[in-house]
C-alpha cells in the first residue's frame, strides 16, 4: 500500500496569498495518477485535480498541480476567502488508492 | 446533474452488520463504477470497495473479510454491507462516483457504533 505525507499540517495565510502544498508517496505513484481534494467543515471532498495537473471540471484556473514520481504540489495562486479549508492528496496508480492526511489552510 | 444520497441507521450495535444505501439520481447508475468511502471523526478518507454496473467489485484488503457491495440498477442503487463492526468503524460514510478518483459525492452520513 502506497503511503502519502503531506505537509505542512496547517498553513496559515491571509486571502490574497499564494498557497503551496506537497505530498510525498512512499513509493512512486505510476503515470501521475495523483488527485487533490477540497474539503469544507461538513461537506464532502469536492475534486479539484487529477492526473496530478488535470483541473476537474468547474475548478478555477487559480489551483494547479504539478509533480511527477513521488512528489506532488497543489498551488493556490491568490487565495479567496472560500478557498480556506482542508486539502487531501489521493493516489490511485496502486491498489488500493489512498488518501494523505490533509493540509488545512486556515485564515492567518 | 448527478446526485447521490446515502441513508440506513445512524446507530449500529458492536458485532452488528452496518448497512448503508446510495440512491443515485440525474443519472444512470449503468457504465459507471460506484465507490463507498469512510472518514472517522477528525480524521482522515479510506476507500471501502467499488463496484462496476455489471456487477465487478473490488475490495480494500483491510476491510475485504467484512464487507460486501453490491448494486440494484432497477432501483438506481448500491449498497454497503460491513459486518462485525467495532468502534473503530464509526465514520461518516460517503458513497461516490468512481473506481479510484471520485468526481460526485453524496453529502455523507455519520454511523457510531455504540451498545
Known amino acids: 500500500e502506497i503511503v502519502l505525507t503531506q505537509s505542512p499540517g496547517t498553513l496559515s495565510l491571509s486571502p490574497g496569498e499564494r498557497a503551496t502544498l506537497s505530498c510525498r508517496a512512499s513509493?512512486?505513484?505510476?503515470?501521475?495518477?495523483l488527485a487533490w481534494y477540497q474539503q469544507k467543515p461538513g461537506q464532502a471532498p469536492r475534486l479539484l485535480m487529477y492526473?496530478?495537473?488535470s483541473r476537474a471540471t468547474g475548478i478555477p484556473d487559480r489551483f494547479s498541480g504539478s509533480g511527477s514520481g513521488t512528489d506532488f504540489t497543489l498551488t493556490i495562486s491568490r487565495l479567496e476567502p472560500e478557498d480556506f479549508a482542508v486539502y487531501y492528496c489521493?493516489?490511485?496508480?496502486?491498489?488500493?488508492?489512498?488518501f494523505g492526511p490533509g493540509t488545512k489552510v486556515d485564515i492567518k | 446533474q448527478v446526485q447521490l444520497q446515502e441513508s440506513g441507521p445512524g446507530l449500529v450495535k458492536p458485532s452488528e452488520t452496518l448497512s448503508l444505501t446510495c440512491t443515485v439520481s440525474?443519472?444512470?447508475?449503468?457504465?459507471?463504477?460506484w465507490s463507498w468511502i469512510r472518514q472517522p471523526p477528525g480524521r482522515g478518507l479510506e476507500w471501502i470497495a467499488y463496484?462496476?454496473?455489471?456487477?465487478?467489485?473490488n475490495y480494500n484488503p483491510s476491510l475485504k473479510s467484512r464487507v460486501t457491495i453490491s448494486l440494484d440498477t432497477s432501483q438506481n442503487q448500491f449498497s454497503l454491507k460491513l459486518s462485525s463492526v467495532t468502534a473503530a468503524d464509526t465514520a461518516v460514510y460517503y458513497c461516490?462516483?468512481?473506481?479510484?478518483?471520485?468526481?460526485?459525492w453524496g453529502q455523507g452520513t455519520l454511523v457510531t457504533v455504540s451498545s
Open positions: 461516490a462516483r468512481g473506481p479510484t478518483r471520485f468526481d460526485y
Open positions: 440525474g443519472g444512470s447508475i449503468s457504465n459507471y463504477y
Open positions: 463496484i462496476y454496473y455489471s456487477g465487478s467489485t
Open positions: 513509493q512512486s505513484v505510476s503515470s501521475s495518477h
Open positions: 492526473g496530478a495537473s
Open positions: 489521493q493516489q490511485y496508480g496502486g491498489s488500493p488508492n489512498t
